[in-house]
């Protein structure tokens, strides 16, 4: 299985970003999808999740109406949408997958991660 992030870069707040995560070797049928990201000197959290079904889930609350997640399953492609970024946006996003249809926030839970690209949203 291979995981490739692309997309990343730097924007000025209010600015939009597409990432994209192309993973081979993998499918999508019953299984999730998350993104994460991670700050210097802070944990890796999780940002939003896409389950088998196509339900998402957020676990941070300020990128609830700015972040979106979907997918290309032709392509096995995820896509996170970024919206109306802030400076605290800014961070190394990962994409990650794991086996089982259910979404979780727990970086332990997956399988298979990407090397991440880096977004910085300047003020």
């Known amino acids: 299985v291979q995981v490739v992030e692309s997309g990343g870069g730097s924007v000025q707040a209010g600015g939009s970003l597409t990432l994209s995560c192309k993973i081979s070797?993998?499918?999508?049928?019953?299984?999730?999808i998350a993104w994460f990201r991670q700050a210097p000197e802070k944990d890796r959290e999780g940002v939003l999740c896409?389950?088998?079904?196509?339900?998402?889930?957020a676990y941070i609350d300020s990128v609830k109406g700015r972040f979106t997640v979907s997918t290309d399953n032709a392509k096995n492609t995820v896509f996170l949408l970024l919206n109306s970024l802030k400076p605290e946006d800014t961070a190394v996003y990962y994409c990650?997958?794991?086996?089982?249809?259910?979404?979780?926030?727990?970086?332990?839970?997956?399988?298979?991660w990407g090397q991440g690209t880096q977004v910085t949203v300047s003020s």
């Open positions: 990650a997958a794991k086996r089982g249809p259910y979404c979780s926030g727990y970086v332990t839970e997956y399988d298979y």
């Open positions: 070797g993998f499918t999508f049928v019953d299984n999730a």
């Open positions: 896409i389950d088998s079904s196509g339900g998402q889930k």
